[in-house]
């Protein structure tokens, strides 16, 4: 095992002399994905409030048909607006969030004691409309049943009779699993953090060695090829882990600037948290090192390796958008898949729910046993002769 | 004492080496000569275990390469076709390096460093990063490097490649003097005069095969050819691949 760590202390210092390395290491990659999450989160929560709080700008055709419903909306802090020519194609084209239409026989119909029609046109693709179409919605339909109840108490009956039953909503989520339904893609964050921290080293090691023909010279010295592989393994993980450290340190400071107290939610990012997900990323980095590596080794050039390495970075995505898209229940199976498992345990973790000693010894094993298989694979193809060859 | 018998290997269907038998002894320069594409860097590579030969034998002081490689490669200083060195460590460190995977303890290391960075006259750049040396300093260092820990049998492949006259002497020289200290010196060569000059036993390989191994005289001799330049013309029996 001596050769391997001068190996590896030989690749930690020839890569910490190397500027972009480092750069990507101790910079890019632990703080770039928080930053950006950060700001995104930011924007989605600060809007939301604004939405809620300012006026909402209403335009209205045929205003003049409902006076009484206008001036409720307008008690509603609604800002009525005049008509576009074509409200349609304002809705469309993003000019107007939502535009209400109120027809010329709603006043007669509404003096008959019929039901009136008014019409809300709005485009149900703009998710950024939807606030404003819901709020309209609700403002219209309390107005609605307000009126209705005045009605049936003018004919002398209860407003109840309408109502044979009443819904009471009890939210069984906690304000911990309403902050990670917003943070479901922070452990992609931190598996792209092992990734990117990891991806200059497993290529620098092979495919960049072996193109400044420095690996040939390496093979000729009397140390066996697996302890070369474990020391260049070792630094490449090495790296990666401490890139995922350092980002869930750099979420862990930045998360405090969230606005997350304003919508009820606290992110449970403690000692503990970063210890379980240390454990749980630990065997992870490994493995992706150790696949960074193989992928890496069968280029021919350090350019094509960094294509296909980056190409292998689309595989961690994988469970993330499943997990997004099929919200499954927790299987203990799971916890045997690698990647899926790290991705299951890190979000149960923030949102404060426990993970059981079972499930994390199962990840961890799991992943571990992935990582020996790819080590062997890459040792068998440590051991070709084309390897070495750069020619 | 590196001996090689009946050595084969092919790369598919293009057979690099085709049954090679030779020996280089302690205290004598051996040259492997031969045109581009005789095989010569296949049989060193071979030699120094990063190939495995189909058929045949390599004995280095008498220990097979086949079965146990990691001495052979202990007893064996290897200056490959390929040289590249780290540019982000000097050549001191790139010394350093190949020193403790062969497993020398610190303070020898420093101690030979010092005397190889004497004799290869490397003081001038041997504490600056290796990004930006000549190739001379390449070549310099990288022989520093494979000779770290003082081996019995030293394989060149073609170690003037691209370097200009002075350190084309210098490497002579250099080569001369590993032969005093009594190793086995196992160079190969496309070059007439570089063999002409140094060599005490001539390996001529053509098409994978050896097809001469002898002193320079004998071979002219041999062949009734005063000039070696001739001498090896006949032997390999073209004029294709031939340097000056």
Redesign the interface.
């Known amino acids: 095992m001596?050769?391997a760590l001068?190996?590896f202390l030989?690749e930690v210092?020839?890569?910490l002399?190397?500027r972009r390395t480092v750069i990507n290491t101790l910079v890019t990659g632990p703080l770039f994905a928080p930053l950006i999450f950060v700001l995104l989160i930011n924007t989605l929560v600060t809007r939301e409030f604004e939405k809620a709080e300012k006026p909402l700008p209403l335009p209205v055709i045929g205003a003049e048909n409902a006076p009484n419903l206008i001036e409720a909306l307008r008690q509603q802090r609604v800002e009525i607006k005049p008509a576009p020519e074509d409200p349609e194609r304002a809705v469309r084209d993003q000019d107007a969030d939502v535009v209400l239409r109120i027809p010329k026989d709603f006043a007669a119909a509404w003096d008959k004691g019929e039901p009136a029609q008014v019409e809300i046109i709005h485009d149900g693709s703009q998710r950024d409309a939807n606030s404003a179409v819901g709020r309209l919605r609700g403002l219209l339909e309390h107005y609605d049943q307000r009126t209705g109840a005045l009605r049936l108490v003018a004919r002398g009956l209860s407003p109840a009779v309408t109502n044979p039953i009443v819904i009471a909503e009890r939210d069984q989520s906690t304000a911990q699993s309403r902050a990670s339904s917003l943070f479901s893609m922070l452990p992609y964050f931190f598996i792209l953090g092992g990734f990117i921290g990891g991806m200059a080293l497993a290529i620098d090691t092979t495919a960049g060695?072996r193109e400044?023909?420095?690996?040939?010279?390496?093979?000729?010295?009397?140390?066996?090829r697996w302890q070369i592989l474990s020391g260049k393994l070792g630094a490449t993980t090495v790296f990666a882990i401490t890139t995922v450290l350092l980002s869930i340190l750099a979420f862990a400071a930045v998360g405090q600037f969230l606005p997350t107290e304003k919508i009820g939610m606290n992110l449970a990012i403690g000692l503990p948290f970063v210890a379980c997900t240390i454990f749980v990323m630990l065997p992870l980095a490994l493995l992706l090192a150790t696949l960074q590596t193989l992928v890496a080794a069968f280029a021919k050039s350090y350019r094509e390796a960094q294509t296909y390495v980056s190409l292998l970075m689309f595989v961690p995505v994988i469970p993330t958008l499943m997990l997004s898209i099929m919200p499954f229940k927790t299987l203990s199976w799971m916890y045997a898949v690698p990647l899926m498992s790290q991705q299951i345990i890190i979000t149960r973790l923030l949102r404060g729910d426990d993970v059981p000693a079972s499930a994390l010894a199962l990840c961890f094993f799991c992943t571990g046993v992935a990582a020996l298989l790819a080590y062997a694979l890459t040792l068998k193809v440590y051991h070709s002769?084309r390897l070495?060859?750069?020619? | 004492m590196i001996e090689v018998r009946d050595l084969h290997k092919a790369f598919g269907k293009v057979i690099a080496v085709d049954g090679a038998t030779f020996a280089a002894r302690d205290g004598e320069i051996t040259g492997l000569l031969g045109p581009n594409g005789a095989g010569k860097t296949t049989t060193l590579r071979c030699l120094?275990t990063?190939?495995?030969p189909d058929r045949g034998q390599v004995l280095v002081d008498g220990i097979d390469a086949a079965a146990d490689p990691?001495?052979v490669?202990?007893s064996?200083g290897?200056?490959?076709?390929?040289?590249?060195?780290?540019?982000?460590?000097s050549a001191r460190e790139n010394i350093a390096?190949?020193g403790?995977?062969?497993?020398i303890d610190e303070a020898t290391i420093r101690q030979r460093t010092d005397t190889a960075i004497a004799a290869l006259e490397m003081g001038d750049f041997a504490n600056r990063?290796a990004e930006g040396y000549s190739q001379g300093q390449r070549v310099k260092t990288?022989i520093a490097?494979?000779l770290i820990h003082d081996p019995r049998n030293v394989i060149l492949d073609e170690p003037t490649n691209g370097l200009d006259v002075m350190a084309t002497r210098a490497m002579r020289e250099f080569l001369k003097r590993l032969k005093r200290e009594g190793r086995c010196v196992l160079f190969s060569s496309h070059i007439m005069q570089e063999v002409a000059a140094l060599c005490d036993r001539i390996v001529v390989i053509a098409k994978g095969k050896v097809v001469a191994d002898d002193a320079p005289e004998v071979l002219r001799a041999q062949t009734g050819e005063a000039n070696l330049e001739d001498a090896f013309v006949k032997l390999i029996g073209t004029e294709e691949g031939l340097a000056a």
Do not use: C, T, W
């Open positions: 001596k050769s001068v190996v030989k210092r020839e890569n002399r190397d060695e400044r023909q420095s690996l040939e010279p390496l093979f000729a010295n009397p140390v066996p002769e070495a060859i750069s020619a | 120094y990063l190939m495995q990691i001495a490669r202990r064996l290897v200056l490959p076709d390929a040289r590249g060195l780290y540019k982000r460590l390096y190949f403790r995977l062969q497993g990063h990288a490097r494979a």
